[in-house]
Nanobody, 117 residues
Framework: QVQVVESGGGLVQPGGSLRLSCAAS????????MAWYRQAPGKQRELVAG???????NHADSVKGRFTISRDNGMNTVSLQMNSLKPEDTAVYYC???????????WGQGTQVTVSS
């Protein structure tokens, strides 16, 4: 079992920055990758960025050059640094952790990010 908890959302003006954090606990050694997804009202959940246990990262085209995923302390904590935020980045951001052993994905409860003047 893996527990995932996000933090760091909030309201920010266009062009501003926010840093989201995701803390994983439980069977951390089973985690093969972690990722950030987002879901805006009326839209499907989409992948924002991901990172593997080996450190390989990938970012959606819509956030490349603005968002950066990183990890601290192995796979215990994963962060998403978001710069140059745009109104279209407004969404609920979810952290996920993929367990290679259990072959399932664990999700956090989500954190709201609102970009507005």
């Amino acid at each position: 079992q893996v527990q995932v908890v996000e933090s760091g959302g909030g309201l920010v003006q266009p062009g501003g920055s926010l840093r989201l954090s995701c803390a994983a606990s439980g069977s951390i050694s089973s985690i093969s990758s972690m990722a950030w997804y987002r879901q805006a009202p009326g839209k499907q959940r989409e992948l924002v960025a991901g990172i593997t246990s080996g450190g390989t990262t990938n970012h959606a085209d819509s956030v490349k050059g603005r968002f950066t995923i990183s990890r601290d302390n192995g796979m215990n904590t994963v962060s998403l640094q978001m710069n140059s935020l745009k109104p279209e980045d407004t969404a609920v951001y979810y952290c996920s952790a993929r367990s290679a052993v259990e072959r399932r994905t664990y999700w956090g409860q989500g954190t709201q990010v609102t970009v507005s003047s």
